[in-house]
């Protein structure tokens, strides 16, 4: 779930920002000065809500390339790339995309790849060098079409939607509970006790609201699973999952990367997951006519 992460921490950090500018412009105040007006504080939700996750997609391509220190590749590239490239541009014809995805890797021991960006026409396909090195290449085509499938299904869009949702929803709280917090104290410290109590709220309110984001995560992961079946077949998809299955057993430390991207690794089930335990996955394929 590297995507989801990153997709997070910058919504997060963008709404934290445009919170901050309308405290200190006074544009959030008015609210706890002159009572709560709810249309109005709705309105303000929806812009900082809807802000936080627009702006997160729209950076979303730029933000994990230089996180993750991606190298872009194209069929001329050297190294066995070029191939790379050949295999994602062809899936994404045989998807239908409406354009070529960029297409990087990045050094990372782990095996996993991932997709994003704000659209199918701005997207990114990122591998990688242990997924390479560790699969062969059916299964490796297998995993481009599971990210292919999630480009095609426009999730990040989808999950851009979600989660203005779910910011909107934890602005509005957090206001309302910082309103009421300010009204406990004395008057020469209400303005002060507002912004800092919904701030913090603000903050935990999403956090407890991207369960519902995981939530949609773990069901789109059996949709792309099922598109990648449909691109190259189940037992290619099936034998990438059963190799990350074995695969990721030696990575399960505690400072590995377990925000993963294909999978995540674990074997327990947990709420904030965003992908349902791989034989969970390779069940569901298997029960695929």
């Known amino acids: 779930m590297k995507r989801i992460a990153l997709f ?3 919504n997060l950090m963008v709404m934290a920002m445009v919170a ?6 006074g544009l959030d105040g008015v609210f706890s000065q002159r009572g709560l007006n709810l249309t109005s504080l709705l309105v303000l939700s929806l812009v900082i809500g809807f802000g936080g996750s627009i702006v997160s997609l729209l950076m979303s391509r730029t933000m ?3 996180m993750m220190k991606i190298e872009l590749v194209t069929p001329q590239s050297g190294g066995g790339y070029g191939q790379i490239a050949n295999d994602v541009y062809a899936l994404a014809r045989a998807a239908n995309l409406k354009a070529m995805p960029e297409v990087g890797i990045y050094d990372s021991p782990e095996m996993n790849a991932f997709a994003t960006g704000p659209s199918q026409s701005k997207s990114l396909v990122a591998v990688s060098t242990g997924l390479l090195a560790q699969m062969p290449r059916d299964q490796v085509q297998a995993v481009i079409a599971h990210e292919i499938s999630h480009i095609k299904n426009g999730d990040m869009v989808t999950m851009t ?8 929803f934890a602005v509005f709280l957090a206001r309302i509970v910082a309103y009421i917090a300010s009204n406990f104290v ?3 410290l209400a303005g002060l ?12 309110f999403t956090i407890l609201g991207s369960l519902i984001t995981f939530a949609f995560s773990r069901a789109r992961e059996y949709r792309a699973d099922a598109g990648a ?6 037992a290619g998809m099936i034998g990438a999952l059963q190799t990350l299955q074995h695969g990721f057993e030696p990575l399960d430390a505690p400072n590995g990367l377990q925000t993963a991207k294909i999978a995540d690794g674990k074997s327990r089930f947990s ?5 349902p335990p791989l034989a969970k996955r390779i069940a569901a394929l298997q029960q695929r006519a």
């Open 229 to 234: 079946a449909e691109l190259v077949g189940k």
């Open 20 to 25: 901050i500018v309308f405290s200190v412009f």
């Open 193 to 204: 006790v507002y912004f800092l109590v919904s701030i913090v709220c603000q903050i935990l």
């Open 186 to 188: 004395d008057s020469r």
């Open 8 to 10: 997070l921490a910058t």
């Open 161 to 168: 939607l979600i989660q203005g949702v779910v910011n909107t």
């Open 271 to 275: 709420l904030f997951d965003s992908h």
């Open 64 to 66: 994990a390339k230089w």
